[in-house]
């Protein structure tokens, strides 16, 4: 079966760089969640998107942005870059109508 | 990979033995709630969800519980396998949320041992 796919799964990027990291969901998807995860920690909400229209926001930074497009794939827009953004970012999606979220592999951001 | 839940709570059974792994949600007014699998290195993998109306629900090798008097979630895995290790993480959604966001739980590290 067809899973969500992240790309890329690794990025490496030096303080104050950009980043855009990028989802695109299972067939028939229509709803994007984006997700942080630290080391050792769970994973935290960032924000979401319906319909190429954002419809929740969690505790994302304001350098960060996102979208999602005509085709229902998103992408993370990562700017002025810190230390502490070194995560895992998930991205997870599921059809409007029912609840269970799939997630992708994850792009492992490392910032040096 | 990535080692995820360095300091996680830890759970250590013998191969075959049956698994529990308990969740404590602190909002009453969620609605549903999900168990994850997460591999060292992978994203969190749906294994079962429950709604708020039911107690309880089984899956394949996998039982949830749902008690909402004490706000208590648990995942029972029975007849545990090298496989089944993994960090195991509940994650709920309120009843206030407009779009289903996960407000995810400490995960818990299953070790299985033969």
């Known amino acids: 079966a067809a899973g969500v796919i992240q790309s890329p799964r690794h990025l490496i990027k030096e303080k104050r760089e950009t980043a855009t990291l990028k989802c695109y969901p299972i067939p028939r998807h229509d709803t994007v969640y984006w997700y942080q995860q630290g080391p050792g920690q769970d994973p935290q909400f960032l924000i979401s998107f319906y319909e190429k229209m954002q419809s929740d926001k969690g505790s994302i930074p304001d350098r960060f942005s996102a979208q999602q497009f005509s085709d229902y794939h998103s992408e993370l827009n990562m700017s002025s870059l810190e230390l502490g953004d070194s995560a895992l970012y998930f991205c997870?999606?599921?059809?409007?109508?029912?609840?269970?979220?799939?997630f992708g592999p994850g792009t492992r951001l490392t910032v040096t | 990979g990535e080692s995820v839940g360095l300091h996680l709570p830890t759970l250590s059974v013998q191969e075959g033995d049956n698994s529990i792994i308990n969740c404590a949600y602190s909002?009453?007014?969620?609605?549903?709630f999900i168990w994850y699998k997460q591999e060292s290195g992978k994203g969190p993998q749906f294994i079962i969800d429950i709604r708020s109306n039911m107690d309880k629900r089984q899956g394949q090798r996998v039982t949830v519980l749902l008690n909402k008097t004490v706000k208590h979630l648990s995942l029972q895995i029975a007849a545990t396998q090298p496989g089944d290790s993994a960090v195991y993480f509940c994650a709920e959604t309120p009843l206030t949320s407009p779009t289903d966001k996960l407000i995810f739980g400490t995960g818990t590290r299953l070790q299985v041992f033969p």
């Open positions: 909002n009453s007014a969620s609605d549903y």
């Open positions: 997870a999606t599921k059809e409007r109508t029912r609840y269970e979220q799939y």
